[in-house]
């Protein structure tokens, strides 16, 4: 790992970052692995990351959080957060990558593995060719673009997605007789404890390739539902005959849900160059976000460290995760120098790719810094097996749903790994 200024000792800060934790313990460090859809340890380890690198990003995307909420001015922020960026050893770093010229062509990606990877200047001349279309016109990538896209993994997804992801939509998958049947008829591993065990065979549960899968269904019911819907009255009538058509339990959420009030509440379907409040010129598309379970901050020390077999599992019925508890807070150290990153974004967009391992999903590891130790930000594009992959930090993995308008060309239908 590289060498940088010292910091104070950490104080957690419930961030959003996208970056892992500390230095991982042996058996953490010895599970880590790049290769295509294999389990991994550590985010730190794997991105060479350090502990002040961690603090830095904890404390900037505590900030992006706060200000990405659509219709909210920035606030104060809470006492730890605040309480660090006083702190003398804190130094924002953090750079806005300067504009590149819209005709110019991107260098090829560096592949390995199920993993593509390149800086974030070279993103943002891809970005510009083949995702930046409004209206079948090229765009530029304004200044606050660049900005939202600075701040990392999460900012990937924000510049793509227009509004700060809100995680209302979100889809998962749990196998709760495989939770059952494991916890009968398995024993904990050498030296595991039982809360270790539990957290794990919960981990194991839950399967991201049907809930990703789960998402692309109602997405595509939803894109049937807009289409000639040039008023919400009218979709929501479109949505609830789809829903009947499909025999989805969707159907039966209250209407003031978030499934229902989704279209509404997503801002560019008020704008007047997004939707202008014609359902019509918007469509559903997909995100991705990897978290932690443990985090009641009132609850059991163990499940803070070990997981909580018990948070965030999907309604069996319509495959639904309550998010109103998710506060972007880290998994707890379980042993001295250990410490976690609290989630990780990707976004999808609208391919059309049946096969779930064909689909890419394009990510970053830290925030934009290259004038310092931490140095640029690189942008990643994964296959499916690499991304629901996910790291020690992460026993949660969610596919969120969201609306964009139709002329936005930031989630073509075919996504071609790094460029050809």
């Known amino acids: 790992m590289h060498k940088r200024r010292k910091f104070l ?3 957690t800060v419930g961030a959003v970052m996208c970056t892992a934790g500390f230095m991982p313990s ?3 460090a010895a599970s880590s692995s790049s290769g295509d859809g294999e389990k991994k340890g550590s985010y730190a380890k794997t991105h060479g ?3 002040d690198d ?4 904890n404390a900037l995307n505590e900030k992006a959080l706060t200000l990405g909420q659509p219709g909210k001015f920035p606030v104060e922020l809470p006492p730890s957060a605040s309480a660090f960026f006083r702190s003398p050893g804190f130094v924002n770093d953090r750079e806005t990558p300067p504009a590149e ?4 062509v991107p260098d090829a990606y560096r592949a390995y593995g199920g993993r593509a990877t390149t800086v974030v200047n070279n993103y943002i001349r891809k970005w510009q060719q083949v995702y930046s279309q409004r209206d079948g016109k090229q765009q530029q990538m304004t200044e606050e673009q660049r900005e939202k896209l600075s701040y990392g993994c999460v900012g990937v997804t924000w510049v793509n997605s227009g509004p700060y992801p809100t995680n209302k939509l979100a889809f998962a998958f749990f196998d709760k007789n495989k939770y059952k049947n494991d916890l009968e008829n398995t024993s904990p591993r050498p030296n595991e404890t039982r809360a270790e065990f539990e957290g794990r065979i919960a981990k194991d549960s839950f399967d991201e390739r049907k809930g990703f899968n789960r998402a692309r269904d109602v997405a595509s019911i939803m894109n049937k539902a807009l289409e000639n819907a040039h008023d ?7 949505l609830k005959t789809e829903l009947a058509n499909n025999d989805d339990a969707l159907l039966h959420e209250d209407r003031s849900s978030n499934f ?3 279209l509404r509440n997503a801002p560019s379907f008020k704008e007047r160059d997004g939707g202008n409040y014609d359902p019509s010129k918007m469509k559903a598309v997909i995100y991705s976000k990897h978290f932690w379970s443990g985090q009641d901050q009132r609850g059991s020390s163990d499940k803070r460290k070990y997981g909580d077999p018990d948070a965030f599992r999907p309604d069996e019925s319509t495959g639904l995760v309550d998010m109103s508890k998710d506060g972007n807070i880290p998994r707890s150290p379980a042993n001295p120098g250990e410490g976690w990153v609290n989630f990780d974004y990707g976004w999808f967009g609208a391919q059309t ?3 779930a391992d064909k689909t890419i999903w394009t990510h970053a590891d830290h925030y934009h810094a290259p004038n310092n130790g931490l140095g640029p930000m690189h942008v990643y594009e994964s296959k499916f097996r690499n991304w629901s992959a996910g790291y020690a930090d992460f026993d949660r993995g969610t596919y969120v749903i969201t609306f964009i308008p139709k002329s936005w060309n930031t989630a073509p239908a075919k996504v071609e790994q790094g460029w050809p």
Do not use: C, M, W
């Open 260 to 262: 229902y009030s989704a």
């Open 9 to 11: 000792a950490f104080a």
């Open 26 to 28: 042996v058996s953490q």
């Open 54 to 57: 961690v603090k830095n990003i």
């Open 101 to 104: 010229p819209l005709n110019r």
């Open 49 to 51: 990351l350090t502990a």
């Open 232 to 238: 919400e009255g009218t979709y929501i009538d479109h």
């Open 353 to 355: 790719e049946a096969d």
